[in-house]
């Protein structure tokens, strides 16, 4: 089953997956619209929106990591979810290297969505 991707309605307002939680889906919008948000000092900080066609989820499954943040349907919103194996299959055709310099990525995707999360409560802060 992990090999086969399959479609899902999210209806608005939906919390499709939570900061924290192991990875083991990434998601391809076919239709509709994700906020990616993250929460500091419990505010919600948005850090991404997902459009159609876009791909959101898919960090967990390359590096083991939990997830870095929550997606939430902003409206009613169509994904083909691909789970781990058909990833890797997919992974497993590009070259050796790819895989290093793409956890090196994430790795720096993560740390910068932390950072940009904490700066944006901590500009919030200052304004007030």
């Known amino acids: 089953m992990d090999n086969v991707a399959r479609r899902v309605v999210f209806p608005a307002g939906t919390v499709i997956f939570s900061e ?3 990875g ?12 990616v948000y993250k929460t500091v000092a419990d505010k919600t900080i948005p850090i991404g929106r997902i459009d159609q066609g876009g791909i959101f989820g898919e960090m967990a499954l390359i590096d ?3 997830r870095m943040a929550s997606a939430k349907a902003l409206e009613e919103t ?3 979810i691909i789970g781990k194996e058909r990833l ?3 992974m497993d055709k590009a070259p050796r290297g ?3 310099i793409v956890n090196a990525l994430l790795g720096n995707i993560r740390a910068m969505g932390t950072e940009l999360a904490e700066a944006s409560v901590i500009l919030a802060r200052d304004k007030d």
């Open 98 to 100: 790819v895989r290093v």
């Open 24 to 35: 083991t889906t990434a998601y391809v919008v076919e239709s509709g619209k994700v906020e």
């Open 88 to 90: 890797f299959q997919q």
């Open 64 to 66: 083991d990591h939990p």
């Open 78 to 80: 169509a994904c083909v």
């Open 20 to 22: 924290g939680e192991p």
